[in-house]
Every structure is written in C-alpha cells, then in structure tokens.
Nanobody, 122 residues
Framework: VQLQASGGGLVQAGGSLRLSCAGSGRTFSTYTMGWFRRAPGKEREFVAAISWRGGRTYYADSVKGRFTISRDNAKNTVHLQMNSLKPEDTAAYYC????????????????WGQGTLVTVSS
C-alpha cells in the first residue's frame, strides 16, 4: 500500500483544515487507517484512527471533539477534518495503515505516507 498525504497549510487559531490521504492498492480497504503527528522536538504521537469498514473511530484526548476521521474505501481515501485548531496542533501529520485494530502505537503501522505540515498561528 502506498499512501500520499495532502491538505496541510497555514491557518489561524480557531480555523479548520481537512487533510487527505490517498492510498493505492486493492487491499487498502482491509487496513485500519490512522493519523499521527510530530511537532518540532517531540515524539510522533497518535491523533486518530478508523477501522477498515469505518465503523469504529479512535481519537487522542487532545483532539477529541475537534477532529473527525473518515474514510471512503471506494476512493481509497482517508480524511482528517480538523476544527477549532490550536497553536499546539502545529506539526507534520502522517497517515498510516495497519493490520492491527484498536492500536495507537506507530510501531504497529506497516505503511506510511509522507508528512503534510500544519501550522496554526496564534
């Protein structure tokens, strides 16, 4: 599975962005998909994940209620809608694919897209 993330940019605090992750390969729909982020000087951290059918979603406490993950298996895409953005959301965001359900560990992810940078100004 090859993944391509897009949609990052510069936004003011309180604003919104929608990240997209396009996947290739016929097995895309069989993977749990997730988003992680890495802020400057920090470790990569879990943001959100969605099960292969889209029936289950998981969020980090720091983004719960503000971010929404969704997927369209017919189009091999995953989205992360980010609302009420805060300066602390500034990071490079990465999408990944894993065969492990209910995990927030990047070690469980098998495939990664390149990062897309999100900058939130105060």
């Amino acid at each position: 599975v090859q993944l391509q993330a897009s949609g990052g940019g510069l936004v003011q605090a309180g604003g919104s962005l929608r990240l997209s992750c396009a996947g290739s390969g016929r097995t895309f729909s069989t993977y749990t998909m997730g988003w992680f982020r890495r802020a400057p000087g920090k470790e990569r951290e879990f943001v959100a994940a969605i099960s292969w059918r889209g029936g289950r979603t998981y969020y980090a406490d720091s983004v719960k209620g503000r971010f929404t993950i969704s997927r369209d298996n017919a189009k091999n895409t995953v989205h992360l809608q980010m609302n009420s953005l805060k300066p602390e959301d500034t990071a490079a965001y990465y999408c990944g694919a894993t065969g492990v359900d209910r995990t927030n560990s990047y070690n469980d992810y098998d495939y990664w897209g390149q990062g897309t940078l999100v900058t939130v100004s105060s």
